[in-house]
């Protein structure tokens, strides 16, 4: 079983709409989870981290379920350029960090 | 800005040549990494600088080391390079365990 792991999509949505992707993770003693952006060919770029409470950024929120070892990331009111990959990280020490392989989000016209 | 530099963005080498990829970064963070990564594929974790304590992970192979010969530049060499190591070959620095920002990264191909 993978460290993290996450739904590789492709997620094909149209613009406005409202996605959400999910990530399970392994180690129950993970104490730090993020999730990153990566557009293609690019290197990743912190998108937020997760907080135990939930925490939301403009259009984004995140949810952390300790309990079911998973997290979560909605997107609200999809915009053209939310169109790339996100990944999942997860860490036990931020040291140490592992990396879902990402999921596809195509945002269309 | 303070940013994570990788040099060079796009390496061609041949079947078994060594190579060295270079990263730089004035964000003045102690720790510095060096990623892997393949097409479709999770960045791996090849190795990591706390200071100047080297950390290997257990499934990097042998052909690959790296170097920091101060706080702001860390290097990857790779000895003996097979066509299995072309990937994107990702820099990433963190303030001790904080969040880590990325290079821009460094496509290898070998031929």
């Known amino acids: 079983r993978k460290e993290v792991e996450q739904d590789p999509g492709p997620f094909n949505v149209p613009e406005g709409a409202t996605v959400a992707f999910n990530c399970t993770y392994s180690?129950?003693?993970?104490?730090?989870f993020f999730w990153y952006r990566q557009d293609c060919r690019k290197e990743p770029k912190l998108l937020m981290s997760v907080y135990s409470s939930g925490n939301e950024d403009g259009r984004f929120t995140a949810q952390l379920n300790r309990a079911s070892q998973y997290i979560s990331l909605l997107i609200r009111d999809s915009k053209l350029s939310d169109s790339a990959t996100y990944l999942c990280v997860v860490s036990s020490n931020n040291n140490d960090m592992r990396f879902g392989a990402g999921t596809r989000l195509t945002v269309k016209p | 800005d303070a940013m994570v530099i990788q040099n060079p963005r796009y390496q061609v080498t041949q079947f078994g040549k060594p190579v060295t990829l270079s990263c730089s970064q004035t964000?003045?963070?102690?720790?510095m990494y060096w990623y892997q990564q393949k097409s479709s594929q999770a960045p791996k974790l090849l190795f990591h600088y706390y200071d100047k304590d080297f950390n290997n992970e257990a499934d990097t192979p042998d052909n690959f080391q790296s170097r920091r010969p101060n706080t702001s530049f860390c290097f990857l060499d790779i000895r003996s390079p097979g066509l299995g190591d072309a990937a994107m070959y990702l820099c990433?620095?963190?303030?001790?365990?904080?969040?880590?920002?990325f290079g821009p990264g460094t496509r290898l191909t070998v031929l």
């Open positions: 180690n129950s003693a993970s104490q730090s």
């Open positions: 990433a620095t963190s303030r001790g365990t904080y969040t880590q920002y």
């Open positions: 964000l003045n963070h102690n720790v």
